[in-house]
Nanobody, 126 residues
Framework: QVQVVESGGGSVQTGGSLRLSCVASGLHFGMSAMAWFRQSGGKEREFVAGISWSGGDIAYADSVRGRFTISRDNAKNTVFLQMYSLKPEDTAVYYC???????????????????WGQGTQVTVSS
């Protein structure tokens, strides 16, 4: 049984930082592309960042490029999202997702990910 569990969310002020973690078990983590998505009230879930099985291929949404960093530790079945210079518009529930393939041409399509966590809330106040 696959489990995906996010942690590290919280409340910060504008300009602050947070580090999200996601532990995935029950899948071939070392052979799975992983990604972070987010969803805020009334909006569709949107892609934030994706990473290939080795960490050698990484993609970011334009809105977070230069402020967020995705990384992974395959020995610990964990993927991270380090967030800097947070803005109020980053406020959302952040979801971790596990893919069936080790990498993708593009990491944005949600349909590529079979496994999802319950999400962790990030709130950025001005």
């Amino acid at each position: 049984q696959v489990q995906v569990v996010e942690s590290g969310g919280g409340s910060v002020q504008t300009g602050g930082s947070l580090r999200l973690s996601c532990v995935a078990s029950g899948l071939h983590f070392g052979m799975s592309a992983m990604a972070w998505f987010r969803q805020s009230g009334g909006k569709e879930r949107e892609f934030v960042a994706g990473i290939s099985w080795s960490g050698g291929d990484i993609a970011y949404a334009d809105s977070v490029r230069g402020r967020f960093t995705i990384s992974r530790d395959n020995a610990k079945n964990t993927v991270f999202l380090q967030m800097y210079s947070l803005k109020p518009e980053d406020t959302a529930v952040y979801y971790c997702a596990g893919g069936r393939a080790p990498y993708y041409t593009t990491y944005e399509p949600m349909g590529q990910y079979d496994y999802w966590g319950q999400g962790t809330q990030v709130t950025v106040s001005s």
